[in-house]
């Protein structure tokens, strides 16, 4: 992670560090280390590395709830939810129902 111009936020009780911003391109990496055939759309929303928007297109996402699609992003950006990662706007599909929600497109 690019981390050599921000100061070190260490989570409390894990022992892990994370710059206090995490860069768009960190947060895509994390997404894509989880689900590596996703589609993924990701929008810094205010441009502090801090507020996310996150649209995503996994097959993963099959037969679980969105509450269970939701907890594997987070699981996904572990500990980072917990320092850098202020707020995420989420949004998650599997193909089928990303193509409905598209009218087929």
């Known amino acids: 992670m690019d981390s050599e111009h921000w100061r070190r936020l260490t989570v409390r009780g894990t022992g892990v560090s994370f710059p206090a911003m995490i860069s768009e391109r960190d947060v895509r990496a994390l997404l894509l280390e989880a689900f590596p055939e996703a ?3 990701l929008v810094d929303l205010t441009g502090t590395q801090d507020h996310y928007q996150a649209r995503i297109v996994s097959s993963v996402f099959e037969n679980k709830s969105p509450i ?3 907890q ?4 996904a950006l572990g500990a980072a939810m917990h320092g850098p990662i202020h707020a995420l706007a989420l949004k998650t599909y599997t193909p089928a129902a990303w193509l409905r929600s598209n009218g087929g497109t």
Do not use: A, S
């Open 72 to 75: 594997l992003v987070y699981g």
């Open 39 to 41: 589609d993924i759309e």
């Open 68 to 70: 269970e699609q939701h």
